[in-house]
C-alpha cells in the first residue's frame, strides 16, 4: 500500500469522508435544529449552574436566607440578557454576535475588543469545564490517583478537538445523552427541593424578612445593598454562555433568526430554572457548607436522603453529580463551537490570519479549532487549572462582551427609534442589560483585580494588540497588491478578432500557471515567463482553486456562485493571451483544500500537456520570519512540493511588495 494511500485511510477513518460541496441539501444536513443547539450552545450556559450558585451564596456568609432575593436577581438577569441577545439575533442573523455587534454600531476598535474578550472568554470555557470537570470527576476516586488528572485533562481536550474535526452536528449528537442525563436527574430534584417546603413558605417568608431586617440594623441600608450586590456579582458565572448561540448563528438551520431565537428561549428557561432553583433549594433545605464537597453534593444528599438511604442513596447522588461533572466536560464544546466562529469573522476582517476562515474538508474551521485547544492547553498552565482564578478571568472577558454588545444595541434602537415601532421597549431592554452586566464587570474587576483579575486583562490586553498588529500589516500587504493589480489598467486593450487564433499544438512547451484570480499578482507572474523564458512558451494554462470559506459556504448555491465567479475572471487571462498570438486556456475547481485541488488540476493539465512547466507567484518581503510566514499562505511552495514529488517540473516565481 502507498504511503498517501495509507494517509488517506487513516484520515478518512479519524475524521469521516470529505463532504460534497455541491450537494443542495449538505448544509440543512451540517445545520443545527433548536434542540442540538440548546445542547450544543446551551451546556456553557447550563453547566455553570454547577459552580455559578455556590459562589453568590457563599459570597452572603451569616445570612443565608438573602440568597432568595439572589435567586430572583438571577432569574430576571437571565431572561434580560436572553431577550437582549434574541434582539441581536434578529438584528445581525449572520452571527458575529459581540464582534460584529461592535464593531458595526460601535466601531473597529470596540468590535477588536469585544472580538478578543470573547475569544480568550470562548478559550476559558473550555478550560474551566474541562477543569471543573476533572475536579468534579476525581473527588470520586482514590487520592492516588490524582496524579493522573493533567493526562485525563489533556486526553479529553483531545477528544474534544478530534470531535469538531469531524463536523460539528456530529460532535454535538455524541454528546447529547450526557446533556440529557443532567437535566433528567437535575429538573426533578430542583422541583423537589422547592416543593417539598410549600407549606413552609410562610415560615420562610417570615424568616427572610426577620434576616432583612436585622442585617439592615447591622450594616446599614447601604451595606446591605452592598452584601447583595457582592453576591449577585460573585454568581456572574451563571450569565455566561448565555451570548453563544448569538455568536454561532452560521450553524443554525434555516430560518436562522427563529432557530436561534427558539434555542434561545430554551436556554432562558433552563438555565434560570435550575440556577435560580438551586439557590432557593439551598435556603429552604438548610444547606451550609461541608469540607471537600460541594454546596450542589450536600444539597442532593439531603434531597436523596430522603428516598434512599446507605449505598442506594450515594449510588444516586454519585450518579448526579457525575452528570454535573460530565456536563462540564460537555459545556467545553460551547468554546469549540463558538470560538472558531468569532476567529473566522475577525479573520475576513484580517485582524487574525487568513487562514482562520478556511474550511476543511468535513467543512468545519480547523484551523480555529486547533486554536482553540492549543490555547486551552495553555491557560491549563498559566493558572495550574485551578478553578477559582479561572472563574473570575471568565467572568470578566464575558462580561466585556456582554456590556459592549448591550451599549452597542443602545446606540442601535436609538438611532433606529424612526424606523422601529417598539423601539422605546427594545431600548429599555438594552439599557437594562447594559446596566446590569456593566455593574457587574466593574465589581467584579474592583474585588477581584489582585486574585487574578489582572492576568485576564493583561492576555486579553496583548491578544487585542496582536490583533492591530496583524491588521496593520496585513493593510500594507493589500496597499502593496493594490499597486500590482493597477497593472491591469495599463494593459492596452485587445480585440481577438483582429489576431488570427492561435493554432493548439499540445507537444508544444506549455506553461501552466497557477492563479488565485484575475489580478495584478497572476499578470506579473505571466510577464514574468514571457520575459526568463523568451520565445519558449507557445501554450498558456490557466489554473485556479476556488476555495470556500466560512464567508462562502451558506449552502450549495454559494459554491456554484463562488465556481462561475471564478471562471469568468480565468476567461480574461484567455482573452489577453490569445490576443497576444498564444494559445490559452483556463482551468478550474471549487474545494476546500487549495493543495489538493492544484495538485488534481495539475495531474490532468499534465495528460493533456506533456511538456508542461508549472509556474506560481509567492510573495516575498526583505524581512521574513515566521510571522509573515504564519499570516501569509505558503501555498506556492506547498504545491511546488506536491507537484515534485508526482514527477511534475514547477518553477516559483517571487513577487516582491514590501
Not at 489598467?489 to 478578432?497: E, F, N
Amino acid at each position: 500500500m502507498e504511503n498517501g494511500s495509507f494517509y488517506k485511510r487513516a484520515k478518512r477513518l479519524l475524521f469521516g469522508a470529505p463532504r460534497d460541496l455541491f450537494d443542495p441539501k449538505i448544509f440543512h444536513r451540517l445545520s443545527l435544529v433548536a434542540f442540538f443547539a440548546w445542547v450544543g450552545l446551551g451546556a456553557d450556559g447550563i453547566s455553570s449552574s454547577c459552580y455559578g450558585p455556590e459562589e453568590a451564596f457563599i459570597a452572603l456568609g451569616g445570612h443565608p436566607a438573602l440568597a432568595v432575593f439572589v435567586a430572583l436577581a438571577t432569574v430576571v438577569t437571565v431572561f434580560i440578557i436572553s431577550g437582549s441577545y434574541a434582539q441581536i439575533i434578529e438584528a445581525f442573523p449572520s452571527g458575529g454576535g459581540g464582534y460584529i455587534v461592535a464593531s458595526k454600531l460601535l466601531g473597529e476598535r470596540a468590535g477588536v475588543v469585544s472580538g478578543s474578550a470573547l475569544v480568550i472568554d470562548y478559550v476559558l470555557t473550555i478550560t474551566i469545564s474541562v477543569a471543573s470537570g476533572a475536579d468534579a470527576l476525581f473527588s470520586f476516586l482514590p487520592p492516588v490517583w490524582h496524579s493522573y488528572k493533567f493526562w485525563v485533562i489533556a486526553f479529553i481536550i483531545i477528544v474534544l478537538i478530534w470531535l469538531n474535526l469531524r463536523g460539528i452536528k456530529e460532535s454535538v449528537a455524541v454528546l447529547t445523552p450526557i446533556f440529557m442525563a443532567f437535566m433528567l436527574t437535575h429538573i426533578p430534584l430542583v422541583l423537589y427541593a422547592i416543593f417539598r417546603h410549600v407549606p413552609e413558605l410562610p415560615e420562610v417568608g417570615a424568616r427572610v424578612s426577620s434576616e432583612l431586617t436585622s442585617t439592615a440594623s447591622q450594616l446599614g441600608w447601604v451595606g446591605l445593598g452592598m452584601l447583595l450586590m457582592r453576591s449577585y456579582s460573585m454568581g456572574a458565572g451563571t450569565y455566561t454562555g448565555i451570548e453563544a448561540v448569538s455568536n454561532s448563528m452560521p450553524t443554525l438551520r434555516e430560518p436562522r433568526v427563529q432557530t436561534g431565537k427558539k434555542a434561545m428561549l430554551y436556554m432562558a428557561i433552563s438555565l434560570s430554572f435550575i440556577a435560580g432553583g438551586i439557590i432557593l433549594g439551598y435556603v429552604l433545605n438548610g444547606v451550609a457548607p461541608a469540607h471537600g464537597k460541594t454546596l450542589n453534593a450536600v444539597l442532593f444528599e439531603t434531597l436523596v436522603g430522603g428516598f434512599w438511604s446507605g449505598n442506594t442513596g450515594a449510588a444516586v447522588v454519585a450518579f448526579v453529580l457525575a452528570s454535573e461533572a460530565a456536563l462540564l466536560f460537555v459545556a467545553a464544546q460551547t468554546g469549540f463551537l463558538g470560538g472558531p466562529q468569532v476567529l473566522s469573522s475577525m479573520a475576513v476582517d484580517s485582524y487574525v490570519p487568513h487562514r482562520f476562515a478556511h474550511l476543511s474538508e468535513r467543512l468545519v474551521t480547523k484551523y480555529g479549532v486547533y486554536f482553540m485547544g492549543a490555547m486551552a492547553f495553555l491557560m491549563l498552565f498559566i493558572t495550574g487549572g485551578s478553578v477559582r482564578y479561572l472563574i473570575v478571568m471568565y467572568s470578566i472577558n464575558v462580561f466585556l462582551t456582554f456590556s459592549l454588545s448591550q451599549f452597542g444595541m443602545v446606540v442601535h434602537w436609538w438611532k433606529d427609534r424612526d424606523k422601529e415601532k417598539a423601539w422605546k421597549v427594545k431600548l429599555a431592554m438594552s439599557s437594562i442589560g447594559f446596566l446590569l452586566t456593566a455593574s457587574i464587570l466593574c465589581f467584579t474587576v474592583w474585588i477581584k483585580f489582585p486574585e487574578g483579575g489582572w492576568i485576564t486583562l493583561l492576555i486579553t490586553g496583548s491578544f487585542i494588540a496582536l490583533c492591530f498588529l496583524i491588521r496593520r500589516h496585513y493593510r500594507k500587504a493589500q496597499q502593496a497588491l493594490r499597486r500590482l493589480d493597477e497593472l491591469l489598467l495599463q494593459l492596452p486593450p485587445v480585440t481577438i478578432s483582429s489576431v488570427q487564433e492561435p493554432v493548439l499544438r499540445r507537444t508544444a512547451p506549455t506553461a501552466a500557471i497557477m492563479v488565485s484570480g484575475y489580478n495584478g499578482l497572476g499578470m506579473h507572474v505571466f510577464f514574468s515567463v514571457i520575459r526568463s523564458f523568451p520565445g519558449t512558451f507557445r501554450n498558456f494554462v490557466f489554473l485556479s482553486a476556488g476555495v470556500v470559506d466560512s464567508t462562502v459556504f451558506k449552502g450549495a448555491e454559494e459554491v456554484v456562485n463562488l465556481g462561475e465567479d471564478l471562471r469568468k475572471q480565468l476567461r480574461h487571462y484567455e482573452e489577453f493571451v490569445k490576443g497576444h498570438g498564444y494559445y490559452a486556456e483556463a482551468r478550474s475547481q471549487v474545494g476546500t483544500d487549495v493543495i489538493e485541488i492544484i495538485g488534481h488540476l495539475a495531474a490532468e493539465t499534465a495528460k493533456d500537456f506533456p511538456n508542461a512547466v508549472f509556474f506560481s507567484g509567492q510573495i516575498v518581503f526583505q524581512e521574513e520570519g515566521f510571522i509573515t510566514r504564519f499570516l501569509h499562505n505558503q501555498t506556492a511552495f506547498l504545491a511546488q512540493k506536491k507537484l515534485v514529488f508526482a514527477g511534475l517540473p514547477m518553477i516559483v516565481m517571487p513577487v516582491r511588495i514590501l
